[in-house]
């Protein structure tokens, strides 16, 4: 049994940015914590793609399985009990079959093709998406244009996100980022209100890769000055943890980087753009250096390995918040 606390013990909103796996499951405890009204989940939307003739949104269908209670636990990715028919189909005609793509996980692509050939924003097809799914709380896109993550190579190469990540599994060394059509988009009307909401009293960074799944988000024109406007602390939660990536490059990235694997270099990367910033128990050690940054630092357990962790990390975030 999950120990809900009341949502009316908790009077402020929260805003949510979120990548996929590890974003996703914060976000599931806040859902569990806070009611519709107090969490608006933002979700990064850099890794979307077009693929065989569909629009794909990998963040974005990670965050809204895991609310449905679809997702596939085993995996991390795509919906539970799924099967690979069209898939094996495809190979068989000699088709792109790198990107796994589920039985189950193609109707929520082709549903969602359909609403934007439609005339609908990926926000509206989103808002269709989720209520059909019997998600109570608001799933919403960073952003309705379309903003591409590159991955700059060691070769000089410009990837696409998604041929780096999945088709060449992160084998390629990375030298840095872009973020093809940013400098065009603007948040989603979703997410401008969001924070501008007057009941705002935390902006939570789930723990996802700060490189791919929270610069996208906190890079749109207006969104930082947005953030610095609000009257509420931003936290963010690290994905680091004993020099380790929860899940994902992450560390991998950092270290192709020039950078530590460390909770501490994340915390240098956000600099100047949060307030809070909640590490492990394991790198209790480095919270010291942290508040040296001028950044409180809570340190927890940040592992969410069941549902309880998911909760309790989501109370500690929003108790660390009030804190400010």
């Known amino acids: 049994m999950v120990d809900q606390k009341s949502a009316s013990s908790l009077n402020k909103s929260c805003v949510a940015l979120s990548g996929g796996v590890g974003g996703a499951k914060l976000a599931l405890g806040l859902s569990k914590v806070l009611s519709r009204d107090q969490l608006d989940i933002i979700a990064n939307t850099g890794d979307d793609f077009e693929h065989i003739g569909l629009y794909i949104c990998p963040d974005l269908d990670t965050v809204t399985y895991t609310l449905a209670d679809l997702s596939n636990k085993e995996l991390g990715w795509g919906q539970a009990g799924e099967t690979w028919d069209f898939l094996d189909a495809l190979q068989r005609l000699g088709g792109e079959s790198w990107f796994r793509l589920g039985d189950r996980d193609m109707a929520t692509h082709v549903f969602r093709t359909q609403a934007l050939n439609n ?31 590159k991955v700059n190579v ?113 915390a240098q ?13 394991a790198d209790a050690t480095m919270a010291a250096d942290i508040e040296a940054l001028g950044i409180k630092t809570l340190v927890t357990k940040t592992m969410m390995r069941s549902l309880q962790d998911r909760v309790d990390l989501a109370e500690a975030c929003l108790t660390f918040a009030e804190s400010f």
Not at 133 to 142: D, E, Q, S, T, V
Not at 194 to 209: D, K, M, Q, R, V
Not at 270 to 280: E, H, K, M, N
């Open 119 to 149: 005339g609908l924003s990926l926000s509206q097809a989103t808002e269709q998406i989720t209520q059909r799914l019997g998600i109570k709380h608001r799933i919403i896109p960073m952003c309705d244009m379309p903003v591409a993550t």
């Open 154 to 266: 060691e070769s000089g190469k410009l990837m696409a996100f998604q041929h780096y990540f999945v088709r060449d599994r992160c084998e390629p060394k990375v030298t840095g980022f872009e973020f093809e059509g940013i400098s065009d988009a603007s948040p989603s009307l979703g997410f401008k209100a969001a924070l501008t909401n007057n009941n705002l009293g935390s902006i939570i960074i789930c723990p996802s890769n700060p490189f791919v799944s929270v610069d996208p988000v906190l890079k749109l024109p207006g969104v930082m000055a947005a953030i610095e406007a609000a009257n509420a602390p931003t936290i963010a939660v690290s994905p680091i943890v004993g020099g380790q990536a929860i899940k994902g490059p992450a560390a991998k990235m950092m270290k192709e980087l020039g950078m530590p694997q460390t909770a501490l270099a994340v």
């Open 269 to 281: 990367h956000y600099q100047g753009r949060i307030d809070g910033f909640v590490i492990d128990e």
